[in-house]
């Protein structure tokens, strides 16, 4: 049943839509996980005049500030971060830098997203200084 359209019902856009707004899951994933095409899916959110047009404009702004905590809890959690090595008697931790990377991508992935979902709250500030001065250079052809 997953990819074929589905036809729209109230209850199924709040589902879509809860599922948008608490998860971090692509939109393609959320429609597999629903049933319908990502296609279907899509179509939905891009005509304006479709009752779910609104509920995905909301659950995307809900969603901006649920993949903010997610990277906040990402980088706090630390609990597979150190591994417990064993050789002969002597036993150690040492740092599992598979899961550290991994979590650094993660962090990483939702920060570059947000920056792009909303560039005035979470993009790059560029700060740009005017000190008054105007240099021209002139160039002569012979």
């Known amino acids: 049943m997953a990819g074929r359209p589905k036809i729209y019902t109230p209850e199924l856009g709040e589902e879509i ?3 948008i707004a608490t998860t971090s899951l ?3 994933r959320i429609a597999e996980k629903c049933g319908i095409s990502y296609f279907t899916l899509r179509s939905w959110y891009i005509d304006r005049e479709h009752p779910f047009s609104i509920l995905y404009a909301r659950a995307k702004e809900l969603q901006k500030e649920h993949i903010a905590e997610e990277i906040m809890d990402i980088a706090d959690e630390g609990v597979n971060d150190l591994m417990t090595i064993a050789r002969g008697d002597e036993v150690y931790e040492q740092e599992n830098k598979e899961v550290v990377n991994r979590s650094k991508l993660r962090v990483d992935a939702r920060k570059w997203l947000l920056s792009k979902l909303d560039p005035k ?5 560029l ?3 005017n000190k008054g001065e105007i240099t021209v250079k002139t160039v002569t052809f012979e």
């Open 17 to 19: 839509a809860e599922m």
């Open 26 to 28: 692509s939109l393609k």
């Open 121 to 125: 709250k979470y993009g790059d500030k």
């Open 127 to 129: 700060e740009i200084e």
